[in-house]
């Protein structure tokens, strides 16, 4: 029996808060070879699942050697917009994780994709509030990012008779978390998608907070976002999850069905909604943003199929049960 | 007949665009009479309407002589929380008007006096997201201040280990127009309303954007007041317009029913909606935030009584219209 509670026998012990109801299913020694039998390949979310800020959590390169030793394909998509896939990929190598740049669908890349998609021309410049995982993206795909980084240094004077000069060829305002926003962005953004006559308004996604240090919770895109949507009363184009476009690039690339994947992720209203809008089996952790408690939020909506605290539990659980049989 | 159409005949040539109903008629020198008739006091906003930035919109200073002489009751009442009303009746003495302190209603006193009526103990800290305007209106109610202006400087680095501390003595988050707006204000706020028990988010207005210079605008306290709902999913008490909340102080100065008094403002959704929320006539003006083809939008919900180009209107067609006579 495992510290994490739920019974190994036949019946589900493991539903834990709603009797015979296929979701909110402590992830147990039974039902996680269900789970692994179940899947060819694990979707993860990076923030507060592998990783908080820039430590590892416990037992995670364990746990995905175990995954990759099963046949099981890994892939990691994350709303964090700071890093290109190429960053996100050295940070992997950083902390001894080998994570192809295939394997990374970042929101910063979906940003960039959405306008490709979208026939966006690259004779238009993008403004980006956000970090240089943006531009960086926005470049590989052929376009003229502005702002970012080297905007947030600079300052505004609100003096009489000075105009705020913003480029009229900026067609899209890529929206994400972005630790130097000033009010020199928020005013060039809002220009842009106030008079600039169509220009696009795309967040990379909208989370509330998110573990951009180990010890502690920050504000998330959805911070910067929502100032956004507060200046020009509009609101924006989400890329990120819960939106599944990043799936369509997913499935580009592996020949799995979504019925066939598990979402695992910390988050309900991104990570899990995202998993359960695209048809994937759901795994919530709560090892970052989510605690336990706010499972028994009675007012809560949205239902992983199954929770665990931490995602080496997945290795954990299956091997106690191995060693069980 | 004068410049801004509408006539000065019997009939209500000035309702403008929906025949007979006794809203959106446009200003003229017939009406004028009837709506001087029937006021006591005027409430101005005061951007967009007595001036844009720092600069004085034309004939005002005129015209709210002339309001004065026919012994009305001239009242401002501000969403811009950026001055305390000492501030304010400063920046009106320095454009060449007289305004005292308590003819003065700003966002930032509202705050404070939100505090006061509602027993919010001295011995709890505030802290602000904005202006000095708010710092020295909290601080004349007896409250500590924390934030606010010093704050805009300090910075934040996202390193491992690294512990954001704030005051758990904070027991209300102000937010208003804040042009130094940063990360470091952001987590802040945000902390201590996820952390601190029974902390308050009190937001002084939402205006989405306004006046900041004369050229053009800016993003306004909704845009602050957003970033906050985005990053702690909890919304904010407005206490500026359309609340009603600052109606009561006014209500105790004056004692004028709210029926003979007529709001005048630039934006229809803080302005004249506070004006009809609260009972009073309503004066649009075009000299700021909402323009005449705001005016044609078949969605549009909220409509004054009347509406004009600028305030200096109100001295112009009466005079045309005596000179007729």
Same mark, same amino acid.
């Given at each position: 029996?495992?510290? +994490?509670?739920?019974g190994?026998?036949?019946?589900?012990?493991?539903?834990?808060?709603?009797?015979?109801?296929?979701?909110?299913?402590?992830?147990?020694?039974?039902?996680?070879?269900?789970?692994?039998? +179940?899947?060819?390949?694990?979707?993860?979310?990076?923030?507060?699942?592998?990783?908080?800020?820039?430590?590892?959590?416990?037992?995670?390169?364990?746990?995905?050697?175990?995954?990759? +030793?099963l046949?099981?394909?890994?892939?990691?998509?994350?709303?964090?917009?700071?890093?290109?896939?190429? $960053?996100?990929? $050295?940070?992997?190598?950083?902390? /001894?994780?080998?994570?192809?740049?295939?394997?990374?669908?970042?929101?910063?890349?979906?940003a960039?994709?959405?306008?490709?998609?979208?026939?966006?021309?690259?004779?238009?410049?993008?403004?980006?509030?956000?970090?240089?995982?943006?531009?960086?993206?926005?470049?590989?795909a052929?376009?003229?990012?502005?702002g970012?980084?080297?905007?947030?240094?600079?300052?505004?004077?609100?003096k009489?008779?000075?105009?705020?000069?913003?480029?009229?060829?900026? /067609?899209?305002?890529?929206?994400?978390?972005?630790?130097n926003?000033?009010?020199?962005?928020?005013?060039?953004?809002?220009?842009?998608?106030?008079?600039?006559?169509?220009?696009?308004?795309?967040?990379?996604?909208?989370?509330?907070?998110?573990?951009?240090?180990?010890? $502690?919770?920050?504000?998330?895109?959805?911070?910067?976002?929502?100032?956004?949507?507060?200046?020009?009363?509009?609101?924006?184009?989400?890329?990120?999850?819960?939106?599944?476009?990043?799936?369509?690039?997913?499935?580009?690339?592996?020949?799995?069905?979504? +019925?066939?994947?598990?979402?695992? /992720?910390?988050?309900?209203?991104?990570?899990?909604?995202?998993?359960?809008?695209?048809?994937?089996?759901?795994?919530?952790?709560?090892?970052?943003v989510?605690?336990?408690?706010?499972?028994?939020?009675?007012?809560?909506?949205?239902?992983?199929d199954?929770?665990?605290?931490?995602?080496?539990?997945?290795?954990?659980?299956?091997?106690?049960?191995?060693?069980?049989?």
């Open positions: 029996m495992t510290a +994490s509670g739920g190994g026998g036949g019946t589900n012990d493991g539903a834990a808060t709603n009797g015979g109801d296929r979701w909110d299913q402590l992830l147990t020694s039974y039902n996680v070879k269900q789970l692994l039998d +179940s899947v060819d390949a694990f979707l993860f979310d990076c923030d507060g699942v592998i990783w908080r800020g820039d430590v590892l959590i416990d037992g995670v390169s364990e746990t995905l050697d175990f995954l990759r +030793s046949g099981k394909k890994l892939v990691f998509v994350t709303n964090n917009s700071t890093k290109s896939r190429k $960053q996100y990929s $050295q940070k992997f190598h950083s902390l /001894g994780i080998i994570v192809s740049e295939d394997e990374i669908f970042s929101s910063s890349f979906a960039a994709m959405y306008l490709k998609v979208n026939n966006f021309s690259e004779e238009k410049k993008v403004y980006v509030i956000g970090g240089e995982g943006i531009l960086d993206e926005l470049k590989l052929g376009y003229t990012g502005l970012g980084p080297d905007d947030g240094k600079k300052t505004v004077e609100l009489p008779n000075c105009l705020f000069d913003h480029d009229k060829n900026v /067609g899209a305002v890529v929206v994400g978390l972005d630790p926003i000033n009010y020199y962005k928020l005013q060039y953004g809002t220009l842009c998608i106030r008079e600039n006559p169509g220009c696009l308004f795309i967040a990379t996604n909208r989370d509330s907070v998110g573990h951009m240090t180990n010890l $502690q919770e920050w504000p998330g895109a959805g911070c910067m976002v929502a100032a956004i949507c507060g200046s020009t009363e509009k609101e924006p184009i989400v890329v990120g999850k819960p939106s599944t476009f990043m799936m369509n690039f997913l499935l580009q690339k592996f020949n799995i069905s979504t +019925s066939r994947m598990c979402m695992v /992720g910390d988050r309900l209203d991104t990570d899990i909604l995202f998993g359960q809008n695209a048809g994937c089996t759901t795994l919530l952790v709560l090892s970052g989510t605690n336990a408690s706010a499972l028994e939020d009675p007012s809560r909506k949205i239902r992983p199954y929770y665990t605290n931490k995602v080496s539990d997945l290795k954990r659980l299956f091997l106690n049960d191995s060693q069980q049989v």
